[in-house]
Nanobody, 117 residues
Framework: QVQLVESGGGLVQPGESLRLACTAS????????MGWYRQAPGKQRELVAT???????DYADSVKGRFTISRDNAKKTVYLRMNSLKPEDTAVYYC???????????WGQGTQVTVSS
């Protein structure tokens, strides 16, 4: 059974940085496309960033140039480095894994990120 555990959320001021981590178990991590999504109160969950098994990345326009997704296959962990945080980045951030061959999607429990002065 695939399990994803996120960490690293918290309360920061505008302009500050955070790094989220998501560690996977129960899966051949290297084959997975991993991603970060977020959901703000009253809004739908949205894509933040993804990274493929070949380390190709994709970002939402709203975070390009500020956020960086990376992966450490040896640690079965995907990271999201968030710089120059804005109040509008406030949300619950969820880790996602898409596992071959059936491309089944799995989710972590989420970690809260709050950007406020």
């Amino acid at each position: 059974q695939v399990q994803l555990v996120e960490s690293g959320g918290g309360l920061v001021q505008p302009g500050e940085s955070l790094r989220l981590a998501c560690t996977a178990s129960g899966t051949a991590f290297t084959l997975n496309t991993m991603g970060w999504y977020r959901q703000a109160p009253g809004k739908q969950r949205e894509l933040v960033a993804t990274i493929t098994s070949g380390s190709n990345t994709d970002y939402a326009d709203s975070v390009k140039g500020r956020f960086t997704i990376s992966r450490d296959n040896a640690k079965k962990t995907v990271y999201l480095r968030m710089n120059s945080l804005k109040p509008e980045d406030t949300a619950v951030y969820y880790c996602n894994a898409v596992v071959p061959p059936l491309q089944k999607s799995y989710w972590g429990q989420g970690t809260q990120v709050t950007v406020s002065s």
